[in-house]
């Protein structure tokens, strides 16, 4: 198995600019989770899913993040409009559900730049 | 409100000599606890954890991690530490009552001296 994907691995905008993350989670996998990882707030979950349903997204920073998973096979990550503070590296991790839902399995993540 | 705590930024030991990089928690119920582990410019990968029963729990690459209950703590420990040990470790913890929001440590950095 590939493990989870992330594209990109690196992005770098200017404030005011639409992003788009992506993810792949590990097939089969019935759990997907957004976080974010930075230097002054450490790593910090944003949002999950479970069966491609938003569970919770108490972790969402403002409205500017939005997230969305329209099959088991994909999710994206959406900020509009990005902010320098935004920069981070996003992580996004997959769980097989019953029996091991709290093994997550992250991927590389996506190092944000926002100019 | 769950919390974990790692009281120690960074952890120095040398190559060969026991390691423990140390974790606290705070959890209403009965906690779900992580280790995990993060090398420079990857994801986190999971080491062990602790569900339920014997309260020494052994993962991966030769760690291991004592579940104490009466301190609240979840410490990880390996008896031979390896260079290729020094990596970042966060521990997590999770109340099963409150879904599968995970929270995360700040992180121990560890570096093994050769």
């Known amino acids: 198995d590939a493990g989870v994907i992330q594209s990109p691995r690196h992005e770098v905008t200017e404030m005011g600019q639409e992003v788009t993350l992506r993810c792949k989670p590990i097939s089969g996998h019935d759990y997907l989770f957004w976080y974010r990882q930075t230097m002054m707030r450490g790593l910090e979950l944003l949002i999950y899913f479970n069966n491609n349903v938003p569970i919770d997204d108490s972790g969402m920073p403002e409205d500017r993040f939005s997230a969305k998973m329209p099959n088991a096979s994909f999710s994206t990550l959406k900020i509009q409009p990005s902010e320098p503070r935004d920069s981070a590296v996003y992580f996004c991790?997959?769980?097989?559900?019953?029996?091991?839902?709290?093994?997550?399995?992250f991927g590389p993540g996506t190092r944000l730049t926002v100019l | 409100a769950q919390s974990v705590a790692q009281p120690e930024d960074q952890v120095n030991v040398a190559e060969g000599n026991p390691l423990t990089v140390k974790c606290t928690y705070s959890v209403s119920g009965n906690p779900y606890l992580f280790w995990y582990v993060q090398y420079p410019n990857r994801g986190l990968q999971f080491l062990l954890k602790?569900?339920?029963?014997?309260?020494l729990v052994k993962g991966s690459y030769g760690f291991e991690a004592e579940f104490n209950k009466s301190q609240t703590s979840f410490h990880l420990k390996k008896p031979s530490a390896l260079v290729s040990d020094s990596a970042l470790y966060f521990c997590?913890?999770?109340?099963?009552?409150?879904?599968?929001?995970?929270?995360f440590g700040a992180g121990t950095r560890l570096f093994v001296k050769a």
């Open positions: 997590a913890v999770r109340d099963p009552t409150g879904g599968f929001k995970t929270i």
């Open positions: 602790y569900i339920t029963g014997d309260n």
């Open positions: 991790a997959s769980s097989p559900g019953q029996g091991a839902v709290d093994t997550q399995y």
